[in-house]
């Protein structure tokens, strides 16, 4: 694949349904990261959740292959971002492409992770798109244990929450929060 990469496209691209990318193959693509070979390696790949998960892992993916790799309606789970929270080389810039990005959808369940350990900015796109996503306690005791970002993304939370109650767990998170 190193190679030859017009051979490389050839494989990734082909559009046979009796040809798929195995996991193995799609980390190999993005071992030494050219773009198009990504891009061509993730519009093959079966199933489009793994492929973003394997994504976030690897330092070597950048903006491009979001705008290349991922046509079309895609889902945010919690691993998602977990694993983007951990890829201290690109994992802040793929969440914010991905949170203004045209048909991609935030789980309830990929809010607490978010809230936990990205910045205002991500969450302010991310609640600008998604005006139907419920603001709950957990997201809110989330913010408040952000060593970095805690007070921004709790603002953000708070401005768009309705009837979430501040209990005293949410108060003990944020006296707990050195920073």
């Known amino acids: 694949m190193k190679a030859d990469i017009e051979l490389a496209l050839l494989i990734l691209g082909h559009k046979d349904n009796s040809i798929s990318i195995t996991p193995e193959a799609f980390e190999y693509a993005l071992s030494f990261g050219t773009p198009v070979i990504v891009t061509a390696a993730m519009s093959n790949h079966a199933n489009k959740t793994q492929a973003l998960e394997l994504v976030m892992d690897n330092g070597n993916a950048d903006r491009s292959v979001f705008r290349e790799g991922f046509k079309g309606s895609q889902k945010i789970t919690d691993e998602i971002v977990k694993k983007a929270a951990v890829n201290w080389?690109?994992?802040?810039?793929?969440?914010?492409?991905?949170?203004?990005?045209?048909?991609?959808?935030?789980?309830?369940?990929?809010?607490?992770?978010?809230?936990?350990?990205?910045?205002?900015?991500?969450?302010?796109?991310?609640?600008?798109?998604?005006?139907?996503?419920?603001?709950?306690?957990?997201?809110?005791?989330?913010?408040?244990?952000?060593?970095?970002?805690?007070?921004?993304?709790?603002?953000?939370?708070?401005?768009?929450?309705?009837?979430?109650?501040?209990?005293?767990?949410?108060?003990?998170?944020?006296?707990?929060?050195?920073?």
């Open 89 to 179: 080389v690109n994992g802040k810039e793929l969440m914010e492409g991905l949170a203004n990005r045209d048909g991609v959808e935030f789980d309830e369940a990929a809010m607490e992770p978010i809230a936990r350990h990205f910045d205002e900015n991500t969450m302010r796109s991310i609640l600008r798109r998604h005006s139907n996503i419920q603001i709950t306690k957990d997201m809110l005791v989330a913010a408040a244990g952000n060593q970095r970002s805690g007070v921004g993304v709790m603002r953000e939370l708070l401005g768009h929450s309705s009837g979430v109650e501040v209990d005293a767990t949410i108060l003990k998170t944020v006296a707990i929060n050195e920073v």
